[in-house]
């Protein structure tokens, strides 16, 4: 009697049993380990370097290959159901090869800091920044925690139980020009020296005052 | 003067006529298509529900050589500055379409980012329903803008909001005046009172 | 060498061959809201970046003041291209949260419904990246099968664009009688015109120009960025959830994976047309295997009673009346279901602590994540070939910001 979407007899389903079995077995020790409603597992982590650390040692473990990163969210667990901390921070993965899903959680105070996981998987950049932009959660060397869907000057954070869903702010003009991390200093690369360009007129010496050495 | 078969081809009529003829004929639309909308927008344009039969061929995507702006989709607080930008630069005569729920009035989306509509910010003057409105409701609208325009050339010029009024148009602004009852809003205080109301009982 | 400046306005300066443009946030409709600000060099772009959030309606949010079914709404308006794909696995996670499985006749239909949407939404993304490059030819042979396929799905349940078709156990309507000999005619008619399109397009000497080894994204990039769907097969990531982690009927229905190996926009187009192709196949099958039968599963909490009853029976008033307006009342749980959209893994990771509200709806968007990608892909390359790397990302406005 089928309860879910899963088609019975799906070949993925015996890695995902393996995979299950060796999250208890190796990871499970003194981390709490569940299954959700689709029987995925779940393990939480400690604080938010466990998660980094297990995120990086399924990568390589051979029974779960993770090469993929699924998703990074959070939800607000203001009312402690989940643990004794403000916010839980969820890490959903995946693997390519071997067809197997993992979610790793880890509950987060209001004021504490997480760990970037951008230096793993590139796609976690934006995905922290949202994070950030909804919850406030900031991330331990991010290269460019700033507010993504909404404007940079918008105050609070939409996502959290206490901001009230038609609190809106108007804006009269658009963003600034930026070209990266931050949008007040602008990195010129003059990739060409040679007759005729500006590093080799006298005006163009006297506007781009170069520091450093060639 | 009359051809052989007694057609004239000249025809005395008042200039403001004329123009009214002139421009309601050939309104070049400006489409600002944001999101859902925006694809039925496109579906007008298209060969099924041609909009070029109304003389809405040149599908410009310059404000500088439109007449007419349609704004198609959810416009949100971020958006809004540029949409404005975009109505200031066109030039005089022109008119704006709200098509869709969104646009007309926020439609289902009455959140922290999205504008109640687009006339918090500018004048418009046909307003489309619908989510998305079919392209035979575009074509509807279209069609009666062309008839506002043949009616209303003595219209007066839109008194459009100054800045302050579009500021203060913008209802529930931070921490001014709305009564917030949404209530799923939850804070730790709440939390609080309800474990202690619990525990009472 | 790099030299930072203080003062934007010093680079407009008339020595500088660098120039700062903004390509958006007021596109052509095709693409919607989006904004890539580039540095420049002549014709080549030598430095970008994305900032998007211009179309963010805080969908995640109303997910926490809507019930259930009020949220259904929603989920059109995220996907837009292809509607039926993003309600029908609401559906399924709403459905997995409960412990409700489908019956057979409304798996069909989900899977006929499903893709149906993956053929109108590449038919978009190729009719608009061709009319970007300049083939205004093909954007009217392919949108005037987008429009045959909308008159269809009219006919199953009363929309066009936004649908709002599926419900949390069945579907809102059954399929029509005459359904049957239309999909028929739609599946030997429509491969034609891919044809024809393909004759255009695929030894054209400019379109060969304009879209080969253009906007390469390398399989190693493809996995780090999390890029799924088409961009990631075109790069060589074997990844299709309906063969890998398969739900509904697609185990038992015979179709092809397109896996590419430059990942250029050629690539791309050529997979795209490749996967209409398939779903037509999938299509076909699906429609001699069809089951009659009920279409709503058996169980009281969220059997939507049939309309005459409700009009003449007390009981089923009420029980009409309780759906609505109190809401499902979902146990407590937390699910993340992902199926194999027309863009990528489209996931919701829905929270649950019991109740006719969800606690926490979020949407993973492959839109999202394919587009991080481009700021990094079109560096070095000139602008129109960032316009024609653009229309082949196939970026829908409404699932990157939601």
């Known amino acids: 009697m089928r309860t879910n979407s899963i088609a019975p007899g799906a070949a993925y389903l015996i890695a995902q049993d393996n995979a299950d079995a060796r999250l208890t077995e190796k990871y499970g020790a003194d981390r709490k380990f569940e299954k959700d409603k689709l029987g995925e597992p779940v393990i939480w982590a400690k604080n938010p370097d466990d998660m980094k650390l297990l995120a990086k040692s399924f990568k390589i473990d051979p029974s779960f290959l993770i090469d993929f990163l699924s998703d990074i969210t959070a939800y607000d667990n203001v009312d402690l159901e989940d643990g004794d901390k403000r916010f839980v921070l969820v890490y959903q993965l995946y693997s390519t090869t071997r067809h197997v899903r993992i979610r790793i959680k880890c509950l987060l105070g209001e004021h504490e800091q997480a760990v970037t996981l951008s230096d793993e998987w590139a796609g976690a950049n934006w995905l922290e920044r949202e994070v950030f932009d909804m919850y406030g959660i900031t991330f331990r060397d991010h290269p460019n925690l700033r507010r993504i869907m909404m404007d940079e000057r918008f105050s609070g954070h939409p996502l959290r139980k206490e901001f009230p869903m038609k609190q809106r702010e108007p804006f009269s003009d658009n963003i600034r020009f930026h070209l990266g991390a931050n949008p007040l200093e602008v990195d010129a690369h003059i990739t060409e020296v040679g007759p005729g360009t500006p590093l080799t007129t006298k005006l163009g010496q006297d506007l781009y005052k170069p520091q450093g050495s060639k | ?201 | 060498m790099s030299v930072k400046i203080q003062d934007p306005h010093q680079l407009n300066d008339f020595y500088n061959p660098n120039v700062l443009i903004n390509l958006g946030p007021a596109h052509p409709a095709m693409h919607g809201t989006l904004r890539v600000m580039c540095r420049v060099n002549g014709e080549t772009i030598e430095d970008a970046a994305c900032e998007i959030g211009y179309l963010h309606r805080g969908i995640e949010k109303l997910g926490e003041d809507k019930t259930y079914h009020q949220w259904m709404v929603y989920t059109d308006r995220l996907n837009y291209c292809s509607a039926l794909n993003n309600n029908i696995a609401y559906a399924m996670a709403v459905e997995n949260l409960m412990s409700i499985s489908p019956t057979e006749r409304c798996q069909w239909i989900r899977v006929i419904c499903m893709e149906l949407s993956r053929i109108i939404d590449h038919l978009v993304c190729v009719a608009a990246n061709a009319l970007d490059i300049g083939a205004m030819t093909v954007f009217f042979l392919l949108i005037h099968w987008r429009e045959q396929a909308y008159t269809m799905i009219e006919s199953m349940c009363g929309m066009r664009l936004t649908t709002t078709y599926a419900r949390i156990g069945g579907m809102s309507y059954d399929l029509p009688d005459n359904f049957a000999a239309r999909l028929t005619k739609f599946c030997e008619e429509f491969p034609k015109t891919i044809d024809e399109v393909e004759g255009l397009l695929n030894s054209n000497r400019i379109w060969i120009d304009r879209t080969k080894d253009v906007g390469v994204i390398s399989k190693a990039d493809a996995l780090s960025y999390s890029i799924t769907g088409v961009i990631a097969r075109a790069s060589g990531v074997d990844h299709d959830l309906r063969r890998d982690r398969p739900y509904y009927m697609y185990p038992d229905l015979d179709f092809d994976v397109v896996v590419g190996s430059n990942g250029d926009v050629m690539d791309r187009y050529l997979i795209r047309m490749e996967e209409m192709r398939q779903s037509v196949r999938l299509l076909k099958q699906c429609n001699s295997r069809i089951t009659k039968g009920p279409l709503w599963v058996d169980d009281k909490r969220v059997l939507i009673p049939d309309k005459q009853d409700v009009y003449t029976k007390m009981e089923v008033l009420i029980h009409h009346f309780k759906i609505f307006m109190d809401g499902i009342q979902v146990p407590k749980g937390e699910t993340f279901t992902c199926v194999e959209g027309p863009n990528g893994e489209l996931g919701f990771y829905i929270v649950s602590r019991g109740g006719p509200k969800a606690w926490r709806m979020r949407v993973k968007s492959p839109s999202f994540m394919n587009y991080q990608a481009f700021e990094h892909s079109i560096k070095g390359g000139k602008i129109p070939d960032a316009v024609a790397h653009l229309g082949s990302v196939n970026i829908i406005a409404g699932e990157l910001d939601r």
């Open chain 2, 1 to 201: 003067m009359s051809n052989k078969d007694g057609s004239s081809f000249f025809y005395p009529t008042l200039l403001s006529e004329a123009a009214k003829w002139a421009q309601k004929n050939s309104l070049w639309p400006m489409p600002f298509g944001t999101s859902c909308c925006g694809i039925e927008m496109m579906s007008t344009i298209s060969s099924t529900y041609d909009l070029s039969r109304f003389g809405a061929e040149v599908v410009r995507f310059s404000p500088r050589q439109a007449d007419m702006l349609i704004v198609a989709g959810t416009i949100t607080t971020k958006m809004a500055p540029v949409l404005r930008t975009i109505y200031d630069q066109m030039l005089e005569p022109k008119w704006v379409i709200a098509m869709g729920a969104c646009s007309s009035s926020g439609g289902i989306f009455d959140t922290y980012s999205v504008l109640q509509g687009i006339d918090e910010i500018m004048p418009v003057d046909v307003y489309v329903p619908g989510c998305p409105p079919i392209p035979e409701g575009l074509i509807h609208a279209i069609i009666h803008l062309q008839k506002k325009i043949e009616n209303g050339m003595d219209r007066k010029p839109a008194e459009r909001p100054t800045f302050d009024d579009a500021q203060n148009a913008m209802s529930y602004r931070k921490g001014v005046g709305y009564d917030l009852k949404a209530n799923f809003v939850i804070t730790p205080d709440h939390v609080k009172e309800a474990k202690a109301k619990q525990e009472l009982k």
